[in-house]
């Protein structure tokens, strides 16, 4: 069992930047691959970013791609993303998330577990 807790969310203006964390533990992080989603009120939960055990390959949605950077430090369990340039569209509860055999996935559905969400806002 693996617990996942996020942290960083919060209130930024269109065009700022915030640097989310997730902190894990119960489990071992390196045979996980982690990834971020997303889900605004009334939308699906929807792939931001993903990063490998190694941190070797990531994978971004095209909205996100060089804006967002998620990376990983296994030494501390923690997986971060890096948002730049944020702008309303990026708007949403986001979620860490752990999948476990280590193999890449877009699909909320293939992953073994989930944090808390952390809330960021963007103002226009």
């Known amino acids: 069992q693996v617990q996942l807790v996020e942290s960083g969310g919060g209130l930024v203006q269109a065009g700022g930047s915030l640097r989310l964390s997730c902190a894990a533990s119960g489990g071992s992080f390196t045979s996980y691959f982690m990834g971020w989603f997303r889900q605004a009120p009334g939308k699906e939960r929807d792939f931001v970013a993903g990063?490998?055990?190694?941190?070797?390959?990531?994978y971004y949605a095209d909205s996100v791609k060089g804006r967002f950077t998620i990376s990983r430090d296994n030494a501390k369990k923690t997986v971060y993303l890096q948002m730049n340039n944020l702008k309303p569209d990026d708007a949403a509860v986001y979620y860490c998330?752990?999948?476990?055999?280590?193999?890449?996935?877009?699909?909320?559905?293939?992953?073994?577990?989930w944090g808390q969400g952390t809330q960021v806002t963007v103002s226009s």
């Open positions: 990063i490998t055990w190694s941190g070797s390959r990531t």
């Open positions: 998330a752990a999948r476990m055999g280590m193999a890449p996935s877009r699909i909320h559905l293939d992953y073994d577990y």
